[in-house]
């Protein structure tokens, strides 16, 4: 005679967040051993009998971009438990190229706002090349360019993969006067030297004039 057994069941409270930002906005498949449990699942309650389980969140179709599989992680289900599992945001790096015309602009401050938490994410200076690169988690981004001697300028950014991008930063009128500085000087001096010359001309005609009137 075979008597089965039943083993007792227990409740698993499963909490989905997301990093680095804890704003979860996707959905998963709950992998219990490796073996699709449920479908679009966030955070939840599932019931299982006593035993020892791998639990695993995989994101599914568009949410494969913005998220990492979780890692899987061992739960003892003796009792009901609670659990939490952590999914990261997927990285891509984002390269921008600063430039003035075809010349790289240095020192140009970088300043990118994550505008799901209105954060500053990080902040970047521009190297000789004009260049900043760096790796950031999925999201929309504002992105502000600054310099002490260009006008600056502000564009969104939306980082679902690797991405390049030029800008190009207008001179201010300071900046074009220092620039142009040395051909300006050289312009009065030229004009101060023209001027004095035809005043001096002057003077001589009008002495000449003034000895044949004598004679």
Same mark, same amino acid.
């Given at each position: 005679?075979?008597i ?6 227990? #409740?698993?409270?499963i $909490?989905? &967040? ?5 704003? /979860?906005?996707g959905?998963?498949?709950? %992998? ?9 699942? &966030?955070?939840?309650?599932i019931?299982?009998?006593?035993? +020892?389980?791998?639990?695993? /969140? ?5 949410? @494969?971009?913005?998220?990492? @599989? ?7 289900l003796? #009792? ?9 945001? &997927?990285?891509?790096?984002?390269? /921008?190229?600063? &430039?003035?015309g075809?010349?790289? !602009?240095?020192?140009? *401050?970088?300043?990118l ?7 500053v ?5 521009s190297?000789? #090349?004009?260049?900043?690169? *760096?790796? %950031? ?8 360019i $600054?310099?002490? #001697?260009?006008?600056?300028?502000? /564009? +969104? ?7 390049t991008?030029?800008?190009? %930063?207008?001179?201010?009128? $300071?900046t074009? !006067? ?5 051909? !300006?000087? $050289? %312009? ?5 030297a ?5 005043? !001096?001309?002057?003077?001589? @005609? ?10």
């Amino acid at each position: 005679t075979a008597i089965r057994v039943p083993r007792q069941k227990y #409740n698993l409270s499963i $909490t989905v &967040r997301d990093t680095p930002f804890g704003i /979860l906005r996707g959905v998963f498949d709950l %992998l219990i051993n490796g073996t699709k449990y449920a479908e679009s699942f &966030r955070s939840g309650t599932i019931t299982l009998p006593y035993g +020892v389980y791998l639990v695993q /969140l995989m994101p599914t179709g568009v949410y @494969a971009q913005m998220y990492e @599989a979780s890692q899987p992680v061992v739960v003892k289900l003796f #009792n009901n438990t609670n659990m939490v599992i952590t999914v990261g945001r &997927r990285m891509y790096t984002f390269t /921008l190229y600063i &430039r003035e015309g075809a010349t790289p !602009i240095r020192d140009a *401050t970088v300043t990118l706002v994550n505008l799901e938490t209105g954060t500053v994410s990080t902040m970047l200076i521009s190297g000789d #090349n004009g260049i900043i690169s *760096t790796k %950031l988690p999925f999201a929309s981004y504002e992105v502000s360019i $600054t310099h002490p #001697n260009y006008y600056g300028t502000s /564009l +969104v950014y939306n980082i679902d993969s690797d991405k390049t991008d030029i800008v190009y %930063l207008n001179p201010t009128v $300071t900046t074009m !006067i220092w620039r142009f500085s040395p051909l !300006i000087i $050289t %312009l009065v001096v030229i004009g101060i030297a023209i001027y004095a010359g035809l005043k !001096i001309r002057a003077i001589i @005609a009008k002495r000449l004039v003034t000895e044949e009137e004598v004679f």
